[in-house]
C-alpha cells in the first residue's frame, strides 16, 4: 500500500487562498461594495465575478505527497507539453532528462519542490513573455531556476518560467535552504509553465500530453 505525507502543515481553512492573493482579492472586494453602494448593478456584479474568479485563481489547496523512494513529483498543476531527454541544456550540465509542463489561468498555481535537497543556487533571469506553451519559453521568457543537490550527491534544477500574461514569479525559498519533496516555494501569477532538468538516469513516469497535479502526481524516479 502506498504511504503518503504532508510536506506542510494543513490549512486552517476549507478553501486555502496563497497569500499573494489577498490584495487583489480585497481590492476587488472592495470596487464591488463601492458600486453596489451607488447602485450601479453591472460594474457591482462584474468586479464580484472578478472577485471570485481571483479567489479561484489564488486557491492553494493542500496536498499529500507520495513517500516512494526516489519519486520526483511533480512542481505544478498543468499539462505536460516536453518529456525526453535532451543532450545539453543552459541549467544542467551534460545529457539530461527534461520536462516542462504548461499551466493555463485554470489550473493551481501554487509551486512545489520536486524532490528533497539542499538548495545550491537561485537564478533569476529578466527576458520575453512569450506563450509559455512554446518550447522556446523555456530559454528567451523571464525565469527563475532553483538549482538542487540531492542527499545522493544527484543535482536537478527547476526553473518557473513566465508566460504570455503572468509578470509575477514568486519564490520564497533561499540558498542553503534544506527543501522537502512536496513542499509549497512559490507560485507564477496567470498563466504560465515550469521546466525540469532531472539526471539522465531519471526513469520518466509521464508522457506529452498527460495532466499532473502539483505534489501528487510521480513523473519520475531518480535512479
Given at each position: 500500500m502506498d504511504k503518503f505525507t504532508r510536506p506542510d502543515p494543513s490549512s486552517l481553512f476549507a478553501f486555502p487562498v496563497a497569500a499573494a492573493g489577498y490584495p487583489l482579492i480585497a481590492a476587488f472586494a472592495f470596487a464591488t461594495g463601492i458600486f453596489a453602494l451607488l447602485r450601479l448593478i453591472i460594474p457591482a456584479l462584474t468586479c464580484l465575478a472578478v472577485t471570485f474568479f481571483t479567489a479561484y485563481f489564488f486557491r492553494d489547496p493542500d496536498r499529500v505527497v507520495s513517500t516512494a523512494p526516489n519519486a520526483v513529483v511533480s512542481p505544478a498543476d498543468g499539462k505536460i507539453v516536453f518529456a525526453q531527454r535532451v543532450e545539453?541544456?543552459?541549467?544542467?550540465?551534460?545529457?539530461?532528462?527534461?520536462?516542462?509542463?504548461?499551466?493555463?489561468?485554470?489550473?493551481?498555481?501554487?509551486?512545489?519542490?520536486?524532490?528533497?535537497?539542499?538548495v545550491e543556487n537561485i537564478a533569476y533571469h529578466p527576458g520575453k513573455y512569450l506563450n509559455a506553451s512554446l518550447d522556446k519559453a523555456s530559454e528567451d521568457n523571464e525565469r527563475n531556476a532553483v538549482f538542487v543537490q540531492t542527499a545522493n550527491g544527484s543535482k536537478y534544477c527547476v526553473i518557473q518560467i513566465a508566460g504570455l500574461i503572468a509578470r509575477r514569479i514568486i519564490c520564497k525559498i533561499q540558498a542553503g535552504e534544506n527543501v522537502r519533496r512536496g513542499m509549497r516555494f512559490g507560485m507564477i501569477c496567470f498563466g504560465s509553465r515550469l521546466d525540469i532538468y532531472l539526471p539522465p538516469q531519471t526513469t520518466l513516469n509521464i508522457g506529452l500530453g498527460d495532466k499532473v497535479s502539483a505534489g501528487t502526481s510521480i513523473v519520475g524516479y531518480i535512479a
Open positions: 545539453s541544456s543552459p541549467f544542467y550540465e551534460g545529457p539530461c532528462q527534461k520536462i516542462s509542463i504548461f499551466m493555463s489561468v485554470f489550473n493551481v498555481h501554487v509551486n512545489r519542490i520536486p524532490y528533497e535537497g539542499i
